[in-house]
């Protein structure tokens, strides 16, 4: 089941890198927790429920800015099961057109059932 697991991660990656923001929500259970509470970010540190829930986490963060520019690593299985992916992420200021890189991040996915049930983010330097 591990393989399958990472299989979705790195397809919800393949998705994220072609700006296709509906085909990801086939893979998330309806139910879905999106756990940014580690984010360290004003205004988006919540844990966000559900395909509304995300879509919602989503509107808020892009509010900021006019692009996204990622890479990521290939997603990895742990232990317990959850998938993570390294992910480095540089923005550009909604208005001023100034690039912004952030600190390396961990998302951990946790999928059950084909779905991803769970999202977290952590910060690499808190793993």
Same mark, same amino acid.
């Given at each position: 089941?591990?393989?399958?697991?990472?299989?979705?991660?790195?397809?919800?990656?393949?998705?994220?890198?072609?700006?296709?923001?509906?085909?990801?929500?086939?893979?998330?259970?309806?139910?879905?927790?999106?756990?940014?509470?580690? %984010?360290? @970010?004003?205004?988006?540190?919540?844990? #966000?429920?559900?395909?509304?829930? /995300?879509?919602?986490?989503?509107?808020?963060? =892009?509010?900021?800015?006019?692009?996204?520019?990622?890479?990521?690593?290939?997603?990895?299985?742990?232990?317990?099961?959850?998938?993570?992916?390294?992910?480095?992420?540089?923005?550009?200021?909604?208005? %001023?057109? @100034?690039?912004?890189?952030?600190?390396? #991040?961990?998302?951990?996915?946790? /999928?059950?059932?084909?779905?991803?049930?769970? =999202?977290?983010?952590?910060?690499?330097?808190?793993?």
């Amino acid at each position: 089941m591990g393989r399958e697991n990472v299989e979705i991660v790195r397809r919800l990656y393949e998705c994220f890198r072609a700006r296709d923001n509906d085909t990801p929500f086939d893979f998330y259970a309806d139910d879905i927790v999106w756990d940014a509470t580690a %984010t360290r @970010i004003p205004g988006l540190e919540h844990v #966000y429920r559900g395909h509304e829930g /995300v879509r919602e986490f989503w509107r808020q963060w =892009l509010e900021a800015w006019d692009e996204i520019d990622f890479d990521s690593d290939e997603p990895i299985e742990l232990e317990n099961g959850q998938v993570a992916v390294l992910v480095r992420q540089r923005n550009c200021g909604r208005g %001023t057109g @100034i690039w912004v890189d952030m600190d390396p #991040y961990y998302h951990r996915w946790t /999928v059950a059932d084909g779905k991803v049930i769970h =999202l977290e983010f952590r910060w690499a330097d808190d793993t």
